[in-house]
């Protein structure tokens, strides 16, 4: 029996090893362009409206979340039909080389139009291919793992997104620590994607290793394997209300959660609060470390107390503290611009202005319209706003008073009417509005230890994800009835956070209206889930 424990043992670590370090290649492949996303922007899309273009590169690492639901339902019927190994030799095959292809791809300069539509192509691919691969990676595992012990063997799985992510920042901030700017906006932002080769070759030959899932090759054996997975999935109401259930009360929120602790943190310090891009990749890769520990903990605390409270908890907190923590960003990260928008707060008055209410509305809608037309700025206070947002300079909104105007800046008791760049900078300058964040004034620790308070958040709500969503669902639809709710959840309100955010921001003025994105679905999430979830972890995943 020792002999056969430790055989078992063995095992299992090669299933988790073989999975996890697949996975990880995976979103190392993916995050690769949403980490070079701001960057992309001036090489990619036409020249002439930064704003544009930047919202515009968002938008396109939102596309390939987009299609994560559609990827789901190909690669989860596939999954329950043909099997879980197969299936995902297959997505990470997809992605790699749709990940490699954008390391040859000629920039906008040198094509035109057809650069961005070659971009989006294969952007659609790795969204299809990463649409199928969590689903197969979380449930080999999971149905490898011992009885008690599901939260624990997911929760390896769960770091791999956190590890991928801290792959990508370590290649792309080591690259732009020893060549120069201008040598990485030539040709060495194309190296982390041609790295995709060798990851992928690496990661289909530890893959062809793997055996196909005991508790799927059962089932197929005795021949209870589903006919018409979506249908059993989604058209028939005994499973496809648990998918609302899972999507409203568990993904959507941790999809939120997730990207605003690392990506949307990203782009607040680089794009907001200007950190240098470097220090900027270090101090995320720094709480990425700490925060993949964590999401192994609370994958096996999960076995102990439950997946529901550890997850519901998670939410909560995100509620009630983003606000102050992203306050305490601004203040450790880059103090004098908290000093400055304390001391001579800006205010942009435009009789555009309709109401705090319809703000964030507006704020959408001319995102929208950029990303699909962009254009250069033709009103006056399209031209204030994108001076201020240019300049790093944060305002806020009002209506006009001066009948006749269409646009007046007030700082510091002076007061500029109409948009004049001149006269704005000169209005300006007294307030000490900082171009760039000063690093030596920077607490750095205090700085890890919120970013720390972040990640913390993503374990509690990511960790037990996995194994949750695995025991929602019987063997013969899991696949395909898991993949499609954590895909909405994660694709589309999770991958869209940082376009919408950022969108919000810009045209509101308010470097913090962005975050009740975040806020509002991490609530609605808790309220859902704390009235619908059932607890899962004691749950036999072999029917």
Not at 190 to 200: D, G, H, M, T
Not at 286 to 291: E, Q, R
Not at 353 to 380: F, H, W
Request: glycine letters at 10%; hydrophobic letters at 50%; a positive charge.
């Amino acid at each position: 029996m020792p002999a056969q424990d430790e055989s078992l043992d063995r095992k299992h670590k090669l299933v988790i090893v073989a999975s996890s370090l697949g996975t990880v290649f995976e979103w190392y492949d993916f995050y690769i362009y949403g980490t070079l996303a701001a960057f992309f922007g001036k090489l990619f899309f036409k020249p002439g409206d930064a704003s544009a273009a930047y919202l515009s590169s968002l938008a396109l690492f939102g596309v390939g979340f987009s299609v994560r639901p559609f990827g789901a339902l190909l690669f989860g019927r596939l999954g329950d039909l043909a099997g879980r190994k197969y299936t995902f030799l297959i997505t990470i095959t997809v992605m790699g080389l749709s990940t490699a292809l954008v390391g040859v791809l000629p920039t906008f300069a040198t094509i035109g139009w057809v650069a961005p539509v070659i971009l989006v192509v294969l952007r659609l691919a790795q969204g299809l291919a990463l649409g199928g691969e969590y689903g197969g990676a979380v449930i080999y595992v999971a149905e490898h793992a011992p009885h008690g012990k599901r939260g624990l063997f997911t929760g390896w799985i769960q770091t791999t997104a956190t590890l991928g992510l801290f792959l990508a920042l370590v290649v792309i901030g080591g690259l732009r620590a020893v060549i120069t700017p201008d040598q990485f906006a030539a040709w060495g932002w194309r190296i982390p994607f041609l790295l995709s080769f060798i990851l992928l070759a690496i990661s289909v030959y530890i893959r062809l290793k793997l055996e196909e899932s005991p508790i799927f090759t059962e089932m197929k054996s005795q021949g209870k394997g589903s006919k018409a997975p979506l249908t059993d999935s989604f058209a028939r109401w005994d499973n496809g209300h648990i998918v609302l259930k899972a999507l409203f009360g568990a993904t959507a929120g941790q999809g939120v959660v997730w990207y605003a602790g690392q990506f949307y943190a990203l782009y607040f310090l680089t794009s907001t609060l200007k950190v240098d891009y470097v220090r900027a990749y270090w101090l995320i890769a720094a709480s990425l470390v700490i925060g993949a520990g964590m999401l192994i903990c609370a994958g096996k605390l999960s076995d102990l107390i439950g997946r529901k409270p550890i997850i519901m908890t998670g939410l909560l907190l995100a509620v009630l503290t983003y606000q102050p923590i992203f306050h305490g960003l601004t203040r450790a990260a880059n103090p004098a611009l908290a000093e400055a928008m304390e001391r001579s707060p800006v205010v942009l008055a435009t009789s555009e202005y309709n109401g705090r209410v319809a703000l964030a509305m507006e704020a959408l809608a001319d995102a929208a319209k950029k990303i699909v037309i962009p254009s250069t700025p033709k009103t006056q206070t399209d031209k204030a706003r994108n001076y201020l947002n240019a300049h790093g300079i944060p305002f806020t909104l009002a209506p006009l008073k001066a009948a006749g105007d269409e646009v007046s800046l007030s700082v510091n008791g002076a007061t500029v009417v109409g948009f004049n760049e001149k006269a704005f900078e000169a209005a300006l300058a007294p307030a000490g509005y900082p171009k760039a964040a000063d690093l030596a004034a920077m607490d750095t620790r205090k700085v890890v230890g919120l970013l720390t308070i972040l990640l913390a958040y993503v374990a509690m709500v990511y960790g037990p994800i996995a194994a949750f969503l695995v025991e929602l669902f019987p063997t013969r639809i899991r696949y395909t009835s898991m993949s499609l709710p954590y895909h909405i959840g994660n694709g589309w309100f999770g991958g869209f956070l940082p376009l919408i955010a950022t969108s919000i921001v810009v045209f509101t003025g308010d470097i913090y209206s962005g975050l009740w994105f975040p806020i509002g679905v991490a609530a609605m999430t808790f309220i859902v889930g704390m009235i619908y979830l059932p607890e899962t972890k004691d749950r036999d995943i072999r029917g």
